[in-house]
């Protein structure tokens, strides 16, 4: 089983270097270089703080919507050539394939990960670089993870991809949505503030807390100990349990 998933794996990383996955995010962070450059030399003070701040945003955003987008087509595109269901004609178990794939994904998104504290390194200290990016990685993980259970369950690209992306804004701003809904300006609550009040908090306990994951003033300020155990936490609760929702659903699928 180790060796098919470490082939499965291969495999999968050598499809995002032929669909110049890393061409692309290369670019990406060539394109941010001379924004960021252009932002520095507009402040007055504190330009390299800002240049990491600008460039860390950025690239959180972009590597979290490629690598996203990047899992869904290519799982959707083998399922349509039928090499999935190839694949699993063979002594290959389905967890198998699932781990082999996520492995790949996972390899990829390191590499990403890699050539942003690699940018990141030139504004800020290498430990600040370094314990950002592996928050960075622990939040593309969460990400390929729901992409992949987002795929399993609706079987088309760009549902799949908005369930994404709705999930993603969602978990980081669901904090500063929560204490909206508890604003205490209100000088009475009706039925439906007591509602969407109950809700949002419903979703606030379900979904993980993504907005203390790569935040952009640990660049700035550095990173606390506290928040990284935290990021950690939470990335050992949430990943097994949407590895196991998405095995599940891969199981179920008929083919």
């Known amino acids: ?26 670019v990406g962070l060539v394109c941010l270089f001379g924004l960021t450059e252009f932002v520095g030399d507009l402040a007055i003070t504190e330009s390299s ?12 955003l972009f590597t979290v919507a490629t690598v996203a987008l990047f899992v869904i087509t ?7 050539d039928k090499a999935f269901e190839l694949i699993l004609s063979l002594p290959v178990a389905r967890s198998t394939y699932y781990f082999g794939k ?7 998104a ?7 504290g690699a940018l990141l390194s030139i504004f800020v200290g290498m430990t600040e670089a370094s314990l950002w990016g592996l928050s960075l990685f622990c939040e593309l993980g969460i990400v390929i ?19 994404v992306m709705a999930f993603y804004f969602l978990a980081r701003s669901i904090h500063a949505i929560q204490l909206i809904s508890s604003s205490p300006i209100l000088e009475f609550r009706t039925f439906s503030q007591e509602f969407m009040d109950f ?19 640990w ?6 100990g506290h928040a990284l155990y935290h990021v950690l936490l939470q990335t050992a609760i949430y990943l097994p349990l949407l590895v196991a929702a998405g095995l599940f659903d891969l199981y179920r699928k008929d083919l």
Do not use: K
């Open 219 to 224: 660049l700035a300020y550095g990173v606390q």
């Open 1 to 26: 089983m180790r060796n098919t998933v470490t082939i499965i794996a291969g495999y999968t990383f050598l499809e995002g270097l032929r669909n110049r996955v890393f061409g692309l995010s290369a």
């Open 199 to 217: 809700l949002v908090n419903a979703m606030g306990y379900v979904l993980p807390d993504l907005y203390d994951f790569t935040r952009s003033d």
């Open 145 to 163: 993870a729901v992409s992949l259970l987002s795929l399993f369950t609706f079987s088309n690209v760009t549902v799949s991809f908005i369930v």
């Open 74 to 80: 290519s799982m959707t595109r083998e399922m349509n």
């Open 102 to 108: 996520l492995l790949g994904y996972y390899a990829l």
């Open 49 to 60: 703080q800002i240049n990491a701040l600008f460039i860390g945003s950025g690239m959180r």
């Open 110 to 116: 390191f590499i990403m990960v890699l050539l942003t």
